[in-house]
């Protein structure tokens, strides 16, 4: 993971702070392995798996309970502080909510590459689709499935040397 910053850390420990006071009003306790785990989560400004938690939790050399991890994740679900995903290929992708404005994904259907993009032409556009229909819009998801260009070309090099071959 990427160093973090001082305006990062500001920001991770407002989130700690959101998190604490959002589980004393659940009636929640805060543990050690709790704080640390939520703090990664902060950390990260990637989408992760629960999987990843646990390998980079193992990778430095720090125990950490693989329940703990899926009840951590869930807790952060249900109070509203992390997103769940699934982009198609049966492994759920979380991000963290505070500090991200909405945005929607590029997913690439060979690597999993995942990129945020925002537009704002798109955000009026799918509010206007709603108006139309006679809705008013909530809140949204848009996963748009696509290749990378990395995965394309090296699809176009396999081919290059299949049909050489040939």
Known sequence: MASVDAKSHENVSKEM????????????????????????????????????IIADFRNKGQRVSVATAYRVVQMMLDLGLLLEHDFGRGIKHYEHTPGHPHHDHIICNDCGKIVEFAEPELESMKEKVAIKHGYKMDTHTLCIYAECTKCTKEEKEKNKKKFAVL
């Open 17 to 52: 702070d959101t998190l604490r006071t959002l589980m004393k009003k659940k009636g929640l306790k805060s543990t050690s392995q709790r704080d640390e785990l939520a703090r990664w989560i902060f950390e990260t400004h990637n989408h992760f798996t629960v999987e990843d």
